[in-house]
């Protein structure tokens, strides 16, 4: 095999690799989805971070090596991390919402 071949194998493995990565992706979405605490065990910093780098990845990709792959593949990741880092935070808002319903109305209840 000459190394064209092989980078040419290498690029493919990429793609395919990181299009099951994007498909990982919904078993979390539908987690956090389902969650009703504010998905408290979701690492919000972690998933931020992730989103930043694909951002990253994406202009890269796109305006210094303008590979079409590499700028889909990494697209891909930046909408599942920015779906995931959007859910947990409107699962936060509603968790606190819930939360916060029952003291506020308790608090109004009770004499002053």
């Known amino acids: 095999m000459d190394s064209e071949q092989a980078l040419w194998l290498v690029a493919w493995a990429y793609v395919l690799a990181n299009t099951g990565r994007v498909a990982s992706y ?3 979405i539908v ?3 389902r969650c009703r605490d504010g ?3 979701i690492s919000l910093l972690t998933w931020s971070y992730w989103a ?3 951002l990253t990845a994406v202009l890269y990709a796109g305006l210094v ?4 792959k590499l700028l889909a593949v990494s697209t891909g990741n ?3 991390c920015a779906t995931v880092v959007a859910l947990v ?3 936060r808002r509603d968790a606190g919402r819930a939360t916060a319903g ?3 109305a308790a608090s109004a209840a009770s004499p002053r």
Do not use: K, N, T, Y
Not at 65 to 68: A, M, V, Y
């Open 89 to 91: 935070v409107l699962r």
């Open 102 to 104: 029952p003291a506020l």
């Open 31 to 33: 987690a956090i989805w």
């Open 52 to 54: 930043v780098s694909h």
């Open 65 to 68: 090596l303008e590979d079409g």
């Open 26 to 28: 919904l078993p979390q």
């Open 78 to 80: 930046l909408v599942c």
């Open 39 to 41: 998905a408290r065990s």
